[in-house]
Every structure is written in C-alpha cells, then in structure tokens.
C-alpha cells in the first residue's frame, strides 16, 4: 500500500504546547502533503514537501521529510484552541502513477484545550 | 475567494435505492477527484477526471457507482442500488493544471444509508 500512516490515532494538549504528529509510508514518492479537517468538513492543504527537501515552514506549521526512514513529522508550534481537527499526510508517488493522485493515512484526531 | 461546491450536504437513503451527488469545482480546474471517507479513515480515491475524460477509475465499484463530467466542468457520482456499507463521506476536489499538487476539496455529501 502507498498509504500514509499516521501516529499516534489520538493527541490531547493544552493551548500553547506544541503538537507533533508523525507519518510512515512504504513507497517512494514524489512529494508528500499535510491536510487537515475539521469535523465533518471538507479537507484544507496546509503544506507540501518535496521528496528533495528536509523541513520546510509555514507560520507556525513546520514539517520534515526523512525520506531514507520514509517517514514525515508536522509540528504545530504553540497550539490552539482552533487548530482542533483532524490532520492527515498524503502521498503522491513518484512511479508513473496517475498525476497528482493522493493516498492518505487514517489521521490523527487532534484536541487542544483552552 | 473560489471554492469547490457541492451538493447535498446530508443524503440519507434505504438501501437499493439511486442516490447522486453532484460537485462544481473552482472556475478553470482541469482536474476533478471523486473520494470516498469513511468514519475514522482517511479519504480514498474513487475516480480522477482530466477534463471530461476518466482518467484513473481503478477503486471505483463499477458495478453500482458510475461517475460523468459531461462537459469538463461539474461532476456527478451515482451509486444505484445504494448499500448499507457505502455510508461515508463522499468529498470532491479539484486542482489547476500548473498547480496539480495542490487539491482544494469542497465540504463533501454526508451519506447515510439505511
């Protein structure tokens, strides 16, 4: 399978800590993608990385790519209350597949307290 | 700002009956995405248009869904006889040919079967 998987299933914090979410996947790609969605809503991109860098930023996104352990990590610096949803990783493969196509893992639900 | 619509929003059918869902995506996308989600699981690929041609299909149950983009633009997926292990989420998503890694999804169609 070129899915994603994420850990841990379920993250519970408080505002302000920060929130770390990792994701494995078993083929090589051609760049891998972080979404996240809210309960019962549609799905938001939120950053891409290709499988030639190692961490890239986005305001208070950061995510890095160990492409030899074939895994991922997204760090949400300082969370908040609002920053409660689901996040997902997703790969795209770098093997002829169709262009564009995603493959997602199961998500991690994250909660952040007030 | 330009979103991918979607329609309806809750769907709740018996089983063996016709049900279809209906998506426009952003103005100008060339490429459409059908996905499937189920509660707890990360979205999976049911069928990717490039303009009015199906492009990948190979996850779709050809048997009961059938998916069309007559003209390029909106999109309907059909599920006749509908059955109980098709509720889901049922997300559409659309991205640009110049930016084909990035996938905007619309707020998806609630499906419930009963």
């Known amino acids: 399978s070129q899915q994603g998987e994420e850990d841990p299933q379920a993250l519970s914090i408080q505002e302000g800590e920060n929130a770390t979410m990792n994701c494995s996947y078993k083929?090589?790609?051609?760049?891998l993608q972080w979404y996240r969605q809210n309960s019962g809503r549609g799905l938001v991109h939120l950053i891409l990385?290709?499988?030639?860098?190692r961490e890239k930023h986005s305001g208070r996104l950061r995510v890095t790519l160990d492409t030899s352990k074939k895994s991922s990590s997204l760090l949400i610096t300082a969370s908040r209350a609002a920053d409660t949803a689901s996040y997902f990783c997703?790969?795209?493969?770098?093997?002829?597949?169709?262009?564009?196509?995603?493959?997602f893992g199961r998500g991690t639900q994250l909660t952040v307290w007030p | 700002e330009a979103e991918v619509a979607q329609s309806p929003r809750y769907k709740i059918t018996e089983k063996s009956q016709a049900v279809a869902f209906w998506c426009d995506p952003i103005?100008?996308?060339?490429?459409l995405y059908w996905y499937r989600q189920i509660l707890g699981q990360g979205p999976e690929l049911l069928v990717q248009?490039?303009?009015?041609?199906?492009?990948?299909d190979s996850q779709l149950p050809k048997d009961r869904f059938s998916a069309e983009r007559l003209k390029g633009v909106d999109s309907t997926l059909k599920i006749q006889p509908a059955e109980l292990g098709d509720s889901a989420m049922y997300l559409c998503a659309s991205s640009s040919r110049l930016s084909y890694n990035e996938q905007f999804f619309g707020p998806g169609t609630r499906l419930t079967v009963l």
């Open positions: 248009f490039q303009d009015e041609s199906v492009v990948d």
């Open positions: 083929t090589s790609i051609n760049n």
């Open positions: 990385i290709r499988s030639n860098e």
């Open positions: 997703a790969t795209v493969s770098d093997r002829g597949s169709t262009l564009g196509r995603l493959y």
């Open positions: 103005s100008g996308h060339a490429t």
